[in-house]
């Protein structure tokens, strides 16, 4: 028999950045841009695995899939990291026609209502590498320090003295 669909209420302040179906069409993924991914079954929404694969440190997920028999589900974010997670599909089935046949319809607002509120994971917040990694593309942070040394403002600098230098040469070599 058919199980009814529910609404899903999607954490506050948790943007989705991912939506994609297991090949059977069985099962809906969702991911987020703090690192989360949900596993719904397509036929029972209202009732989801969370898996976190990232801790906001890895960025946004970007692409998630799985293979043909609902076992291995790659997830990979936006820094390039890919992550492996063991998926039983089976087990997600069985536990949503569980909790489907003890919720009473009355409760499924109250049940919906306890979703928690995930803090945001704001991007400035992420853990990015100071050094090289093989397999990373390298993000430069932005200097903040007002007194820091750029080394185009000291090859300005050059440039300026050596220009006054000659402009002072010119100068003696028409006085003489």
Not at 72 to 77: E, F, I, Y
Not at 122 to 141: C, F, H, N, R, Y
Not at 146 to 154: E, F, G, K, L, R
Request: one cysteine or more; glycine letters at 6%.
């Amino acid at each position: 028999e058919p199980l009814a669909t529910l609404h899903v209420k999607l954490p506050a302040g948790a943007v989705a950045t991912h939506l994609s179906l297991s090949p059977d069409e069985h099962v809906v993924f969702l991911g987020f841009a703090d690192g989360r991914v949900w596993a719904m079954p397509s036929d029972n929404m209202g009732y989801y695995v969370c898996m976190q694969v990232g801790d906001c440190a890895s960025g946004a997920v970007r692409s998630i899939s799985v293979d043909n028999e609902n076992h291995v589900l790659v997830v990979a974010t936006g820094d390039g990291a890919i992550s492996m997670v063991n998926f039983s599909a089976g087990n997600l089935f069985t536990a949503a026609e569980a909790m489907h046949r003890n919720v009473d319809p009355e409760d499924i607002p109250t049940l919906l209502s306890l979703t928690t509120a995930v803090p945001h994971g704001d991007a400035s917040q992420w853990d990015i590498p100071d050094t090289e990694s093989p397999g990373l593309v390298m993000v430069t942070k932005d200097i903040e320090d007002p007194d820091h040394y750029s080394i185009q403002d000291a090859k300005l600098r050059t440039e300026e003295e050596n220009a006054k230098a000659l402009a002072e040469r010119q100068k003696r070599r028409v006085r003489e």
